[in-house]
């Protein structure tokens, strides 16, 4: 859970089939998560307790705004 004065963070993996990326970004009460996989990559996101959300291959941007 982003928060607790981090107010951002990104990562990258490089696996067997190409680079792994994501971040995300907290300005105030909204925040920004990204992620890019290479093509035949699957992953799953779950930003700002929300459900989990599986992903394919390509970029993926999700927002949200923090509820007070």
Known sequence: MPGGGVTHASTHHDSPH???EIAWRLD???G???RQGPRGDRGR???ARRPVELLSAGRHQRT???QQ
Do not use: A, L, N
């Open 18 to 20: 190409g680079r792994i």
């Open 32 to 34: 920004v998560h990204r």
């Open 64 to 66: 949200w705004k923090e």
């Open 45 to 47: 996101t779950r930003p």
């Open 28 to 30: 105030g009460d909204r």
